[in-house]
């Protein structure tokens, strides 16, 4: 908890990731945060992150009347 110039306390939070790991034959792929949009790929010791809703957010319609 934090304290404020008020006097008023402040309750700070993390919030938790509720990972879902995707496995191909068996080994660890990724892993997936359903409820914040998160994908978490490790490659040799290095964790990247991919934010989905940014990622939804950036992508153009599909028009369905083009053949």
């Known amino acids: 908890m934090a ?3 008020s006097g008023a ?6 919030v938790r990731a509720d990972y879902v790991p995707v496995r ?3 080994k660890l ?3 997936y945060d ?3 949009r998160i ?4 490659d040799r010791g290095e964790r990247h ?3 989905l809703a940014a990622l939804d957010e950036r992508a153009q319609p599909l028009d369905i ?3």
């Open 65 to 67: 009347n083009v053949k």
């Open 9 to 14: 306390i402040e309750q700070c939070g993390r």
């Open 3 to 5: 304290a404020t110039g």
């Open 39 to 42: 994908v978490e790929v490790q």
């Open 49 to 51: 992150y991919i934010d």
């Open 34 to 36: 359903p409820r914040r």
């Open 29 to 31: 792929v990724f892993r």
């Open 24 to 26: 191909v034959a068996g």
